[in-house]
């Protein structure tokens, strides 16, 4: 009998890609054909071993689409971003039209591709909404906007129960005052995704976003069309807002994740090193190899080591990367790895998902580098300029803590190996990921009391001091961590063999 097959539709961007190929996994190991639709631009970033599963087919929609000259964004910001889609509607109509044999039992689709469920509607496909973020963001986007509460809400020192969510997720007045930062226009909605167009447009978002504050968010829409929920989760990290986003939408929703790399699970186990070269495709350049990290990790006392990174997408600006370079020149006791990518501190959105190649020669853009930094820390930092080895190093035994941007795949990962996060959220879905972090699991501070106000140097010493010298705070990241010590979460796999189920039914 042949296998059913799921198609796969991820956004751009490595915090999409990699959820999205990890998914492909686990739905090729429950008797489906699993394939993963891209567009053509983003062919390096799947590595050969993805590619020869026997049961994962990967189809690239040929794309002439190439990021815009610098600077970007300047007369039409979204202008690449529209073609991209209409292109890929198109192609995907093609596709379904002439592709022989049996149409796919359904599509999974990057809830940021989910334009695309009228594609698929249109040749009978039922469609299936993938959110590679946690339920969190979800879940306090949809209780907001249900508790109609806008700007000025709440007050300084007040707070604000959420209906349905745990009560110490209850939303302060620094929650409502989140700052527009890094793009134009304001945080864009959830999965820490591009912002929506500036206008409709054939095979792209119904709305114009992102929405104000308690107005009905986009991905509820989004949603409407499709037949279940699966978000890059477990219950035990989110149980409570899994179940509220199921409530709310009226259909099944799942937490399927995280959906890490199968040796990041036995290396928590067994707790050995992850060497990211032998999971992840690399070609993004760096000044630093693994073997230089690890040599640098190894010549420091176990639980010293700072690790500062903020993704490949966002960063602070450059009026606040000084401050940061001031606060680790303070914190003389403290010894750090800085991650710096190229054009950081610059405004303008990230060239993945317009699906600009990572590491090519148009991503070699001017952004904030500490000149002088490496000289006066000498061996107590190591600054690495590009690509990182992040998953190394979370898992090395000198790592004690993570200042991060609070994407959602960053912090599982840190959650996963115990390390207790810093958080300095940038846009997004990334807000409501550090208050789950700070407020619900307690693995983490916030690196500043009013997010609506830029970063400052003595909030960052403040939050240095307070994370690196937290035992309890470190206790219960262990503790945490132990959850995931038998490999990928049970209840994920339980979810999985649910989704299967549930999809076998419907094409029966």
Known sequence: MSRREIWVVPFFG??????????????????????????????????????????????EIPSSISPPPQPAFASDPMHQHRKHHEQMALALQNLLSTRPGPKP???????MMGWSTEVFA???????????????????????????????????????????????????????KQRPHGLPGGPPPLSGGAP????????????????????????????????????????????????????????????????????????????????????RTNNRKSNVTED??????????????????????????????????????????TTFIWVIQPGSGRSGPPRAFLGGQPGSEEEEEVGYFPHGLDSKVGNRGLIIRGWAPQLLILSHPSTAGFLSHCGWNSTVEAIGRGVPILAWP??????????????????GYMISDDLSQMVQKEDIVKGIEKLMGDEDMKNRAQALSTKFLQGFPTSSVTALDAFRDFINHKAA
Request: contains cysteine; glycine residues 6%.
């Open 292 to 333: 230089d990290v690890i040599q640098w990790l190894d010549s420091k006392p176990r639980g010293s080591v700072l690790y500062i990174s903020f993704g490949t997408e966002v960063g602070p600006t450059m009026e606040e990367y000084p401050h940061l370079a001031d606060a680790l020149l303070e914190s003389s006791s």
């Open 122 to 176: 249109t040749f009978h496909i039922p469609t299936v909404a993938f959110f590679t973020s946690g339920a969190c963001s979800a879940a306090i986007e949809c209780a907001t906007w249900k508790s109609h509460i806008e700007v000025d809400s709440i007050k300084p020192g007040e707070t604000r129960l959420l209906p349905g969510l745990p009560e110490d997720m209850a939303l302060s007045y620094s929650d409502l």
């Open 426 to 443: 940038i846009r997004g879905d990334q807000y409501y990921d550090a208050k789950l972090v700070v407020c619900h699991l307690k693995v």
């Open 14 to 59: 490595q915090g999409h890609l990699f959820p999205c190929m990890e998914l492909c996994k686990h739905i090729a190991s429950r008797d489906f054909q699993s394939t993963f639709i891209i567009s053509s631009n983003l062919s390096t970033s799947i590595p050969s071993s993805f590619r020869q599963h026997p049961h994962i087919q990967v189809f």
């Open 105 to 111: 039992v359904c599509a999974i689709l990057d809830i």
């Open 196 to 279: 929506p167009p500036q206008q409709p447009f054939i095979g792209g978002p119904k709305k114009m976003g992102p929405p104000k504050l308690g107005n009905q968010p986009i991905w509820v829409e989004e949603v409407e069309g499709v037949i279940a929920l699966l978000i890059n989760t477990c219950d035990d990290l989110e149980s409570p807002f899994i179940r509220y986003l199921s409530d709310q939408i009226g259909k099944p929703v799942w937490g399927v994740g995280p959906l890490l790399p199968e040796q990041y699970w036995k290396s928590a186990a067994a707790g050995s090193l992850l060497h990211d070269r032998e999971l």
